[in-house]
């Protein structure tokens, strides 16, 4: 599991971000369930830009999880 990565239920969250040509952030995350062959990974691109790397990462965060908890 990656450091930042955080299991919720039968998912693995993982948030991730990268930096823009300017310095801002872009935040990711990977939502991964299933083991082996069966296993998918979703992983979505947010819009916002933002100035500090535990923003874009804590926004991340926030948005996996509510799209696991979203699925009951």
Do not use: C
Request: charged content about 20%.
């Amino acid at each position: 599991m990656q450091k930042n990565s955080i299991e919720v239920g039968r998912f693995l969250v993982s948030p991730f971000i990268k930096t823009s040509d300017d310095g801002g952030f872009y935040a990711s995350v990977s939502i991964r369930s299933g083991q082996g062959s069966a296993n998918h990974d979703r992983v979505m691109r947010f819009t916002p830009r933002f100035t500090g790397h535990r923003q874009a990462m804590d926004y991340a965060r926030a948005q996996g999880q509510a799209w696991v908890a979203a699925l009951g």
